[in-house]
């Protein structure tokens, strides 16, 4: 499975940004598609997750309201749709793909295969 993240860059707060992920090989074998976020000096977060089939998406506190998570499947493509951005939201952002139960969809270690990441910058 390969996954290509793209779309970051550096933006004012405020500002809105969207991430798109695609990804190819074998994602039929992965149920759970997902976006975290790693800041500097900070630990991996979880930002929203769904399955590819359908259903809820979930997103993590920070972000609820403000971004939204969906996905082409026809394209196996997922994207972040990111609203009135913070200089808190300035991470490195990863898509990723498990077969985690939906109750662990928030976890990093339920995902097997990470995308490269695309840098986010809010700028205050």
């Known amino acids: 499975v390969q996954l290509q993240a793209s779309g970051g860059g550096l933006v004012q707060a405020g500002d809105s940004l969207r991430l798109s992920c695609a990804a190819s090989?074998?994602?039929?074998?992965?149920?759970?598609v997902g976006w975290f976020r790693q800041a500097p000096g900070k630990e991996r977060e979880f930002v929203a997750a769904t399955r590819w089939s359908g259903g809820s998406v979930y997103y993590g506190d920070s972000v609820k309201g403000r971004f939204t998570m969906s996905r082409d499947n026809a394209k196996r493509q997922v994207y972040l749709q990111m609203n009135s951005l913070k200089p808190e939201d300035t991470a490195v952002y990863y898509c990723?793909?498990?077969?985690?139960?939906?109750?662990?969809?928030?976890?990093?270690?339920?995902?097997?295969?990470w995308g490269q990441g695309t840098l986010v910058t809010v700028s205050s």
């Open positions: 090989g074998r994602t039929f074998s992965s149920r759970n």
């Open positions: 990723a793909v498990g077969n985690g139960i939906l109750s662990a969809l928030h976890y990093a270690d339920q995902y097997n295969y």
